[in-house]
């Protein structure tokens, strides 16, 4: 009877554990995100992305299907082919959907597989945890499994993501995500910003100071203030404002 309520228990709280045949490794978590091509940028926006300099992108950013006019404070230098751009704020290239084809077609694939990604993210059924904390979240530790919340989501102390580099977390929101002033969300024990998803139907904002990993995956707007760092991706629908913020 004890072996089938640990089996039981199992199930219930990390319904996907994926066993690796070299070395015997395990993941915990849900199956990861397949972003496909959106994942070759850093940021991806529908609307534009705006920044208040200087603010520091690590990769490439793009907007698709609107026109580098929705690129706002990177003083851009198209290329001499141009497919695309650079910017002294920017590490990678720049893309928009009025450059140079073969960007247009490229980036309408992209941008169709982001919303591909929130709609397989934000679908995922059977949450581990529902409601955690009632979504006010500070000063605990989260590990790895599927998170569903159905109202917003404040982080007003430090959240530590615990797990290794093969875990996974899903975190639904249906509503806003807020992170407030100086807070952050940390990684402890090997987890990778790769491997954590934010499906937030409602805007996202990082205040000043404040910290935040993962991919975003955001229905509407990504905003980042003074000294704000995201550590991953920031994938939005609609636009991407940052305000000398730090994107790695």
Known sequence: MISIFIVCLL??????????????????GPAAVNLRTSANYTILAKAGV???????????????PISSLSLV???????????SATSSQVSGEVFAASYA???PATLTVAVGDMGTAFTDANGRPSPNFTNFDTGVLGN?????????????????????????STDTWIFQVAGTLSVLAGQKVVLSGGALASNIVWVVTGAVSAAAGSQIAGVIL?????????????????????NVALQQAIVN
């Open 218 to 238: 955001g229905q509407t707007s990504i905003t980042l203030l003074t000294g704000a760092t995201a550590n991953g991706r920031l994938l939005a629908q609609t």
């Open 50 to 64: 705006t920044t208040k300099a200087p603010s520091v992108i690590t990769g490439s950013i793009a907007v698709s």
């Open 140 to 164: 605990v530790t989260l590990v790895p499994g599927l998170y569903k919340w159905t109202t917003a989501v404040t982080i007003g102390g430090t959240v530590t993501i615990s797990g290794a």
């Open 11 to 28: 199930v219930k709280f990390l319904p996907n554990i994926f066993d690796a045949a070299v070395g015997n490794v395990v993941a915990l």
């Open 73 to 83: 404070g990177f003083s851009l230098a198209l290329a001499s082919n141009g497919e």
């Open 101 to 103: 084809a073969p960007t």
